[in-house]
């Protein structure tokens, strides 16, 4: 059973969220549980910064000695997040996830995360979204990977861009102070955000998190430094970087490292990038969280010397299913049934009608109502639902009955003797194998090994939240 969100029991702890005066024991968890050391007086700020104490959920026990102390913790972010067609839809970035190293295999964690997506249904936001510090254990509450991202590592004389590369007249470099910057740099991202899903519109407060860069935090690095593309128009794009000064026997083994680099169009970003991958002195260039479909890719001359290496970025859950479909755009007709198994919110589950209706400039709008019609309704107690019909192919006949959808569904050939037959009708598959709503993310057949599970977010344009550094530090969307 999901816990109430206001209910402080039904778990192994009371759970409830922290008062101001007890943020040191809050953070305390998080050190012990990921071996961090105590907050800095700047760390703190920052921290406070964004922090949302009634977004907090801490476990608590009393050892019989001063009281009752935290020993799980959890708290959300309010987030507005890009999706499909330019929309922006509510989501709770989830963070702070740490439990102490006496209280592990005790169900600490179960209760916080079920507690916690019911207090973001309670708040009506759709989406819950989390940097996964441990892969394995999310999927259990109906997360799944919602996006990816690629690294990218490139030596000296590899950056060089191809012949091809877009140019922009009057287009110029310009390095700047990062705080300094912060007015142009966020005219760039809101230009970009609306036109790439998983971004997460950022408050002056997260912007200030962005560039925040103290010295000890720097291993040795230089401070952050920020160069812009800008013409008569203004700003078109931006960098984020750093560098490691490293000479052997007088040779130069510096590395440069790109935090972050967004741009408006082509031509900005091929200006940004043939600038810093061509920089003197430096050996090697680290290029850190970039899109799956990153133009670079296609700018450079030889692809390959970017050497891409490719890792979950993030991960999301669907709270509220119907919000949450028909708050975005498709890019084709839809109209599918899918069913739903959800045991952590049951509002979830159920069978659900999906419908684009009216085109858009951004795509094709959409309703998700519960499926009530004859021959997908909800199946009467202890028996069997009949099937549902399948996405309907444009143009072709609509299906009389169940039984011919599917049979249209299915292979156009027998399968030969020894051959498994993979085909499966759209419609008897779980919901979870289009969105993770479900305990773990499914296989859909003849689906890429590469595609995320969450159809919410789809990879081939979504960008990572690379704004928001998964580290140790900050309260930033990393379940740490």
């Given amino acids: 059973m999901t816990q109430s969100a206001s209910s402080g029991t039904g778990g192994p702890y009371p759970i ?40 907090t959920l801490a476990a608590f026990d009393d050892p019989g000695s001063g009281g009752a102390v935290p020993v799980g913790i959890t708290m959300c972010h309010s987030f507005q997040l890009s999706v499909p067609g330019q929309e922006v839809l509510p989501a709770a970035g989830v963070t702070f996830v740490a439990v102490l190293p006496t209280h592990r295999r005790r169900g600490v964690l179960s209760s916080m995360m079920r507690r916690q997506l019911a207090d973001v249904r309670d708040r009506g936001e759709p989406l819950a979204i989390l940097w996964a510090s441990e892969s394995v254990i999310y999927s259990r509450y109906g997360y799944g990977r919602a996006s990816w991202y690629l690294g990218f590592t490139l030596r ?180 599918v049934v899918i069913e739903v198994r959800d045991e952590i919110l049951p509002s979830n589950a159920g069978r659900w009608r999906l419908t684009t209706t009216t085109e858009t400039s951004n795509g094709l709008a959409a309703t998700c109502v519960p499926a009530s019609s004859a021959s997908c309704g909800p199946a009467p107690s202890g028996s069997s639902p009949p099937p549902c019909p399948g996405t309907r192919l444009p143009g072709a006949p609509r299906s009389s009955s169940a039984r011919s959808s599917s049979a249209r ?64 530090r900050g309260g930033q969307i990393a379940c740490r």
């Avoid at 050190?31 to 907050?39: I, K, R, V």
């Avoid at 759209?426 to 296989?443: D, E, G, M, N, W």
Wanted: glycine fraction near 6%; proline fraction near 10%; include cysteine.
């Fill in 16 to 55: 409830r969220p922290i008062d101001e005066d007890e943020f040191d024991s809050f953070i305390k968890v998080d050190e012990h549980a990921f071996h961090g050391s105590p907050l800095s007086e700047s760390d703190r700020r920052v921290v406070l910064d964004r922090f949302e104490f009634d977004r």
């Fill in 156 to 335: 000296r004389g590899e950056g060089t861009l191809a012949g091809t590369a877009p140019s922009g007249s009057g287009l110029r470099l310009r390095l700047a102070e990062p705080e300094a910057a912060l007015p142009e740099l966020a005219k760039v991202y809101d230009a970009v955000l609306p036109a790439r899903p998983g971004f997460l519109a950022r408050s002056d407060a997260w912007w200030r998190r962005m560039v925040y860069d103290p010295a000890e935090q720097r291993h040795g690095a230089s401070p952050l430094h920020c160069l812009l593309a800008e013409d008569a128009s203004g700003p078109r794009g931006y960098a984020l970087y750093s560098g490691m000064d490293t000479w052997n026997d007088f040779l130069p083994e510096n590395v440069l490292t790109v935090r972050e680099l967004m741009a408006v169009d082509p031509a900005a970003s091929a200006a940004l990038w043939s600038d810093l991958l061509t920089r003197d002195l430096t050996s090697e260039f680290r290029v850190q969280r970039r899109p799956v479909d990153d133009p670079l890719l296609y700018q450079l001359a030889d692809p390959r010397r970017a050497r891409p290496q490719l890792s979950d970025g993030l991960w999301m859950r669907i709270v509220d299913l119907p919000r949450a479909l028909a708050g975005r755009k498709y890019s084709s007709p839809v109209e």
């Fill in 409 to 472: 569904s299915s292979s156009a050939r027998r399968p030969r003797r020894g051959e498994k037959n993979t085909h499966q009708p759209a419609a008897q598959l779980p919901a979870k194998a289009i969105h993770s709503v479900a305990r773990t993310p499914a296989r859909v057949p003849s689906t890429p090994p590469s595609r995320p599970p969450s159809g919410i977010v789809p990879q081939t344009t979504q960008r990572t939240a690379a704004f928001i550094r998964p580290s140790s």
